[in-house]
């Protein structure tokens, strides 16, 4: 069973920093493309940032790019969010969800496969 488990989400000012954590489990992690998604209250949820299954190309919305870092340990199963410079329209709660198949370049929200329960981030002005 296949599951992925959000963690660091929290209250900060505006311009701080979070870093959230997704470990996974109940796959074979390293050929899976991993990604973090976000929905604001009232909001549909939006892709974030994703990174392929090799870790060698990542891709992140316009309104994060040069804020957020994606990355991912193999090792400990784990991918990474690191958010600097936060806003507070970067309030939402954030989602962690794997490919559906091995070897995507990409996860977009059609082509997830299993999500997390997501952890809160809420920004402060």
């Known amino acids: 069973q296949v599951q992925l488990v959000e963690s660091g989400g929290g209250l900060v000012q505006a311009g701080g920093s979070l870093r959230l954590s997704c470990a996974a489990s109940g796959l074979a992690f390293t050929y899976f493309g991993m990604g973090w998604f976000r929905q604001a209250p009232g909001k549909e949820r939006e892709f974030v940032a994703a990174i392929s299954w090799s870790g060698s190309s990542t891709f992140y919305a316009d309104s994060v790019k040069g804020r957020f870092t994606i990355s991912r340990d193999n090792a400990k199963t784990t991918v990474y969010l690191q958010m600097n410079s936060l806003k507070p329209e970067d309030t939402a709660v954030y989602f962690c969800?794997?490919?559906?198949?091995?070897?995507?370049?990409?996860?977009?929200?059609?082509?997830?496969?299993?999500w997390g329960r997501g952890t809160q981030v809420t920004v402060s002005s």
């Open positions: 969800a794997s490919s559906s198949k091995p070897l995507e370049v990409q996860v977009t929200k059609e082509t997830a496969g299993h």
